[in-house]
């Protein structure tokens, strides 16, 4: 049987990892959180005192960094140099570091086949920043999520103080801005949408909303295909 692929790009905040990890679940797809990988070699140069502002210090860092991907029970655990770093690379400090050397072209071709192999092996929705353009062109479905910059601070607020962190909404507000204009004005592989994707705008839709417009673009644009 053909394997699907669906790539899910957008900006920070637009839900993409919450949206696309429920609706794998209920499509029986695994779930591949690209934006983890860029994480965990931000929380390496964070660690090792990379000069953050110098990308080649950053690209010497890489044979020193193994970034794995495994399936705990369908979830996926981001594992660096054999560690689980799951948890500590959604701080905060880390979040700013991975998009610092998510601009640095050796680090993008570095997790390219990683990537790539996921895709190869499983029925996939991953999510990221270039799935559509980059690192899966040739996706089943592609879809950019996206939602006004306000509520996607309001949401990645409030999950930020549900996981007990004190956080200024205005700091996050001008993070996720920072994050968005990095993000997509790199020279490589910046956020964008690809021609071919179906635009999805949640910020008027709650989270089941969200789920159910995924799920349906995703039925709906891979029957036509078959
Ligand atoms: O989705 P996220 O916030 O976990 O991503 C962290 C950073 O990684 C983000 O600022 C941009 C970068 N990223 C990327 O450049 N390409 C991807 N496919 C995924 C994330």
Do not use: W
């Amino acid at each position: 049987m053909k394997l699907v692929s669906v790539a899910i790009d957008g900006p920070v905040g637009a839900g993409k990892s919450t949206i696309a990890r429920t609706a794998a679940k209920r499509l029986g797809f695994v779930y591949c959180d690209t934006g983890a990988l860029y994480r965990a070699v931000g929380l390496y140069c964070l660690r090792s005192g990379t000069d953050m502002g110098d990308s080649s210090a950053i690209a010497a860092r890489l044979p020193e960094i193994t970034v794995e991907i495994r399936l705990v029970d369908g979830v996926q655990r981001v594992f660096l140099n054999g560690s689980d770093v799951s948890e500590e690379i959604r701080l905060p400090e880390v979040s700013m570091a991975a998009s610092t050397v998510s601009a640095v072209p050796e680090v993008r071709a570095a997790l390219l086949d990683l990537q790539r192999g996921i895709a190869e092996k499983n029925n996939v929705i991953m999510d990221g920043r270039d799935i559509g353009t980059v690192v899966l062109p040739n996706a089943d479905v592609k879809i950019f999520l996206t939602a006004k910059p306000e509520i996607r601070a309001k949401r990645r607020y409030d999950e930020l103080v549900s996981k007990g962190m004190e956080v200024v909404f205005e700091d996050v507000l001008e993070d996720l801005q920072k994050r968005d204009y990095n993000d997509s004005h790199r020279a490589a592989a910046p956020l964008k949408q690809a021609e071919d994707a179906v635009l999805a705008d949640t910020s008027e839709l709650d989270f089941e909303q969200s789920v159910e417009l995924v799920c349906g673009i995703i039925q709906n644009q891979n029957s036509n295909k078959t």
